[in-house]
Nanobody
Framework: QVQLVESGGGSVQPGGSLRLSCAAS????????MAWYRQAPGKQRELVAH???????NYADSVKGRFTISRDNAKKTLYLQMNNLKPEDTAVYYC????????WGQGTQVTVSS
């Protein structure tokens, strides 16, 4: 049974930074491409960034240059460094495999507001 636990969210002002973490258990973490997703109120869940098992990264255009995804395979942990946050980044952020999806965690709330 795969478990994904996200943490690190919070409330920040525009231009602020946050670092999200995702602890994975019950899976061979290092063989999977992993990703961060987000879901804003009233909107569908969207892909934010993903990282392959080899460390190759890809980002949604809306976060390119501001967010950095990384992983520590020894710790089975995925990270998302978010800089220069904007109000439109407000959402619940989730981690999961890039595919196939495991069961979703509870997510972590990010609120960007002045």
């Amino acid at each position: 049974q795969v478990q994904l636990v996200e943490s690190g969210g919070g409330s920040v002002q525009p231009g602020g930074s946050l670092r999200l973490s995702c602890a994975a258990s019950g899976t061979i973490f290092n063989i999977y491409a992993m990703a961060w997703y987000r879901q804003a109120p009233g909107k569908q869940r969207e892909l934010v960034a993903h990282i392959t098992s080899a460390g190759t990264t890809n980002y949604a255009d809306s976060v390119k240059g501001r967010f950095t995804i990384s992983r520590d395979n020894a710790k089975k942990t995925l990270y998302l460094q978010m800089n220069n946050l904007k109000p439109e980044d407000t959402a619940v952020y989730y981690c999961n495999r890039f595919g196939p999806w495991a069961s979703w965690g509870q997510g972590t709330q990010v609120t960007v507001s002045s």
